[in-house]
């Protein structure tokens, strides 16, 4: 109400939405909710009709005669909420037409597609910082049930969002009971995952590394019995759909799926999640597995692991810019600017999201900006923005391998599992949870503190700047570090070459 921008972090099913349309009721003009599903919007318009406040959705799907229909509704002022895609918000007519109509707040749900790293990752999320200043610069509200705090920062700083009020609720889901398995091969896993699961009373989520291998599990567990259906990008969008809805229906006792499957997947009583294989970080695995005993009663989270797995993941942060996109991008603007993005691409004639990256990195690499009239290039040579854009790319690299590494951590601890992956958050404890597998085991003999740098110590080391001490042993202590990732480190190392600083103690 006081127009400030805020992040919100809190779990689904903890009323994220009221924080938007309680004030949005009140305010004096229309509320902008950008959602990746189209699903989602339905389900938010409909809760909103029926308690009597006007919404409509604008999006590529609707037929020309029910979209002319929503515009009449919002410029009539029989519409206060607008959900929409951020593909359509990137449209810069569609942009222009509600400029016109004054947006008094900006909602931007499921932020934390904006973090280049992981499954969820939309790059034209990274244009709404663009589509706010084409709309007036209203303030916005972002929502995220799951955020590490490397990933609210990127956040804050791609929305650039202004003196942003955070609000983080609690990560910690006691319900789930965490457990790892070790495997040594495929047909092991194979073996061992479903046995796994004819043990588990449904329903439940089993995600797999690849589509083949949905169908191959979901085959595998029907010949026991089970009803099964697999999920993955590759089926058609009614497939997709029918597995949807039987799941939330009751009528399948485990889905199969690749990472495609769960966002906006709100079915209570799931009584388990297991990952046949490892995925790609630990900012994936914790929003799979909070789909996960959403009624609060007791689930479980199994983890399939072979270290080999992470080697996938390390080949996604390899990252491989489209330097002929970048070259044209650059040299255009340079001939002229500002330019439209809807223009631009006309202008290129290019299609995709080669483009939205292109675009994307070269404003990352503060090489071109965005203004309310277009695009525009800073005073900086076609090849030095190109190179520019590549070291920027590199650094990336860099912090996200460190994600794939915290994976390893959390699979190959001796210690509790749920706080490492707690510390991973941002939510640091030194209290064992006694509902994961090394704490049933007596093995979590962890002490309070590392050597003189107890649990969330601020540190600072010459080449990694400033960081924080997120979980300690006898032996090592892993440190997040704003601007370089996680680091696990030798507490004899750091003490005898004196590698890190104590800043100040929590």
Request: proline fraction near 3%; charged fraction near 25%.
């Amino acid at each position: 109400m006081r127009g400030q921008d805020t992040l919100v972090i809190m779990a689904t099913g903890s009323g994220k939405s009221a924080v938007y349309q309680v004030p949005g009721i009140h305010l004096n003009g229309i509320v902008v909710v950008i959602s990746p599903l189209i699903a989602l919007q339905h389900d938010q318009i409909k809760a909103l009709e029926d308690v009597g406040i006007g919404a409509v959705a604008i999006n590529s799907q609707q037929r020309k005669r029910d979209l002319t229909a929503a515009w009449d509704r919002i410029r009539s002022g029989g519409a206060q909420f607008v959900f929409a895609t951020p593909e359509q918000l990137t449209d810069d007519e569609i942009a222009s037409a509600l400029d016109e109509l004054n947006v008094a707040l900006l909602v931007i749900d499921e932020a934390h597609c904006i973090s280049a790293w992981g499954h969820d990752f939309r790059p034209e999320y990274l244009r709404l910082a663009g589509v706010r200043r084409a709309l007036g610069n209203p303030p916005i509200a972002a929502l995220t049930a799951t955020a590490s705090p490397p990933v609210r920062q990127e956040i804050i700083q791609r929305l650039e969002l202004r003196n942003a009020h955070v609000v983080a609720g609690g990560f910690d889901r006691p319900e789930i009971s965490l457990s790892l398995e070790h495997v040594v091969d495929a047909q092991d896993r194979q073996r061992r995952v479903v046995e796994h699961i004819l043990e588990l009373n449904g329903p439940g989520l089993v995600y797999a590394a690849t589509r083949k291998d949905t169908h191959a599990y979901a085959d595998a567990l029907a010949q026991h019995g089970l009803r099964t259906a697999s999920y993955h990008a590759g089926l058609r969008r009614s497939a997709r759909d029918e597995v949807h809805n039987a799941f939330l229906a009751d009528e399948v006792d485990a889905v199969v799926a690749t990472s495609a499957f769960g966002m906006g997947v709100d079915k209570p009583n799931v009584r388990y999640v297991v990952h046949a294989a490892a995925p790609d970080s630990l900012d994936t695995y914790y929003q799979q597995i909070g789909r996960g005993g959403r009624d609060g009663d007791p689930t479980t989270a199994t983890l399939f692991y072979r270290s080999e797995d992470l080697a996938l993941a390390r080949l996604f942060t390899t990252q491989r810019p489209d330097r002929d996109m970048l070259r044209s991008v650059m040299t255009a603007l340079h001939d002229d600017s500002p330019q439209r993005l809807t223009a631009l691409r006309k202008h290129l004639g290019v299609r995709g999201r080669t483009y939205i990256n292109a675009i994307n990195l070269l404003e990352r690499a503060d090489v071109l900006h965005s203004t309310r009239e277009g695009l525009v290039a800073r005073d900086v040579s076609v090849d030095e923005s190109i190179d520019r854009a590549i070291d920027i790319t590199r650094q990336g690299e860099e912090f996200d391998r460190t994600r794939v590494e915290m994976l390893r951590e959390y699979a190959e601890t001796a210690h509790c599992r749920r706080q490492l992956l707690l510390g991973y958050f941002g939510e640091l404890t030194d209290t064992a949870c006694g509902n994961c597998d090394r704490c049933r085991s007596g093995s979590d003999t962890r002490p309070t503190n590392a050597g003189p740098f107890d649990l969330g110590a601020k540190v600072e080391h010459e080449e990694w700047g400033t960081g924080e001490v997120i979980d300690t042993s006898t032996d090592r202590l892993t440190v997040r570090f704003e601007r370089h990732g996680y680091r696990t480190l030798s507490v004899g190392a750091v003490t005898r070459h004196q590698l890190l600083a104590t800043r100040s103690k929590q």
